[in-house]
């Protein structure tokens, strides 16, 4: 098992909010594989974002994989229409 050091609280809370982004993004990666939209994993990262920023942390990756959800979604939701 790794052993992290972090200076200070706010160093580890933002390591969690990009470690969860992470799991998520992952998480939701296997629906993406399918060819099904995966909305749930999109709309979980975009709240995460907005907490991490009413809180005051860096949120700039985990928009970054809320934007990759966003775009593939609608590209799925496209190709696919109102299955």
């Known amino acids: 098992m790794i052993n992290y050091n972090f200076p200070d609280l706010q160093s580890f809370t933002q390591a969690a909010f990009n470690r969860v982004a992470e799991l998520v993004s992952q998480n939701g990666q296997c629906?993406?594989?399918?060819?099904?939209?995966?909305?749930?994993?999109?709309?979980?990262?975009?709240?995460l974002a907005?907490?991490?920023s009413e809180m005051?942390?860096?949120?700039?990756?985990?928009?970054?994989?809320?934007d990759?959800?966003?775009?593939?979604?609608a590209e799925l939701k496209e190709e696919m229409g109102d299955c």
């Open 50 to 52: 907005l907490v991490a």
């Open 56 to 66: 005051a942390y860096d949120y700039s990756l985990i928009d970054a994989h809320a």
């Open 31 to 47: 629906a993406i594989d399918n060819f099904v939209p995966a909305f749930s994993t999109e709309q979980c990262l975009e709240h």
């Open 68 to 73: 990759i959800y966003k775009k593939t979604n």
